[in-house]
T-cell receptor, first 116, second 107 residues
Framework: KAGVTQTPRYLIKTRGQQVTLSCSPI?????VSWYQQTPGQGLQFLFE???????NKGNFPGRFSGRQFSNSRSEMNVSTLELGDSALYLC???????????????FGAGSRLTVL | EDQVTQSPEALRLQEGESSSLNCSYT??????LFWYRQDPGKGPEFLFT???AGEEKEKERLKATLTKKESFLHITAPKPEDSATYLC????????FGPGTSLSVIP
């Protein structure tokens, strides 16, 4: 059974650029959620998509956005990159929505973004 | 404000030295308490879900327990391969993760 696939695994950008990260969930999983992980802040929730609709959003500026396609694949975009956006970006998929409490998250290996 | 905290921040154990990791939560309407393990360079991997106070779950050398305010992850006779960061999390509209405990098991 294929796991959650994130691409690219590593990328380097400069301030002011934008970046798009991709996440392919486990087959049959309809929820995709995104997280930012940094040494100082830990794992922070960015947003969740379920059935192509954003269901919830964390406390991040509007520069962070995402979308989900009909096949449940998801992308997140960060525009006007800042040095502080350097982080490991993780996506996770689950069968149902996060707020049900019953859905285990399966994480990808992450995309490590470095902003210079 | 809903919050999940973990202690200690880091723990260093000799192989075979049992210990416990703590996860304290103040989350209204708790819908479950999750434990994940994260190895360097990888995403977190699911370990356990606990739903009600008094519940316990075991997997190999790990046992997770839940009270009304805390969850504990007990590690019995750990091995070096148990070295990882252990995260607890509470789902609501979003998932609230604790900061994690970095465990090192020394041979």
């Amino acid at each position: 059974k294929a796991g959650v696939t994130q691409t690219p695994r590593y990328l380097i950008k400069t301030r002011g650029q934008q970046v798009t990260l991709s996440c392919s969930p486990i087959s049959g999983h309809r929820s995709v959620s995104w997280y930012q992980q940094t040494p100082g802040q830990g794992l922070q929730f960015l947003f969740e998509y379920f059935s192509e609709t954003q269901r919830n959003k964390g406390n991040f500026p509007g520069r962070f956005s995402g979308r989900q396609f009909s096949n449940s694949r998801s992308e997140m975009n960060v525009s006007t990159l800042e040095l502080g956006d350097s982080a490991l970006y993780l996506c996770a998929s689950s069968v149902g929505q996060i707020n049900s409490g019953a859905n285990v998250l399966t994480f990808g290996a992450g995309s490590r973004l470095t902003v210079l | 404000e809903d919050q999940v905290t973990q202690s200690p921040e880091a723990l260093r154990l000799q192989e075979g030295e049992s210990s416990s990791l703590n996860c304290s939560y103040t989350v209204s309407g708790l819908r479950g308490l999750f434990w994940y393990r994260q190895d360097p360079g990888k995403g977190p991997e699911f370990l356990f879900t606990l739903y009600s106070a008094g519940e316990e779950k075991e997997k190999e050398r790990l046992k997770a327990t839940l009270t009304k305010k805390e969850s504990f992850l007990h590690i019995t006779a750990p091995k070096p391969e148990d070295s990882a960061t252990y995260l607890c999390a509470a789902p609501k509209d979003k998932v609230i993760f604790g900061p994690g405990t970095s465990l090192s098991v020394i041979p």
